[in-house]
Nanobody, 112 residues
Framework: QVQLVESGGGLVQPGESLRLSCAAS????????MAWYRQTPGKEREFVAL???????AYADSVKGRFSISRDNAQKTVYLQMNSLKFEDTAVYYC??????WGQGIQVTVSS
């Protein structure tokens, strides 16, 4: 049974940072590219960042230069370091194995 479990969300002020984690089980983590998506009410889920098996990364233009995705294959965990957070980063963030498996989502709220 595949499980992707996100953690690390919360409420922060603009300009602050958060680090999200996604712990995976039930998959050969080291052989899977991993990604983060986000969704706000009334909008489609949108791509945020991806990390390949080899460690190459890709980002949405809206987060480039502020967010950083990384992975720890030994811990079967993918991270999303979010710096210089903006109001518009408020969303539910989801972990995905670049396939059919999704985490339950975790809320990130940027508010003053």
């Amino acid at each position: 049974q595949v499980q992707l479990v996100e953690s690390g969300g919360g409420l922060v002020q603009p300009g602050e940072s958060l680090r999200l984690s996604c712990a995976a089980s039930g998959i050969i983590f080291s052989a899977r590219a991993m990604a983060w998506y986000r969704q706000t009410p009334g909008k489609e889920r949108e791509f945020v960042a991806l990390i390949s098996v080899g460690g190459s990364t890709a980002y949405a233009d809206s987060v480039k230069g502020r967010f950083s995705i990384s992975r720890d294959n030994a811990q079967k965990t993918v991270y999303l370091q979010m710096n210089s957070l903006k109001f518009e980063d408020t969303a539910v963030y989801y972990c995905n194995d670049v396939g059919a498996n999704w985490g339950q989502g975790i809320q990130v709220t940027v508010s003053s």
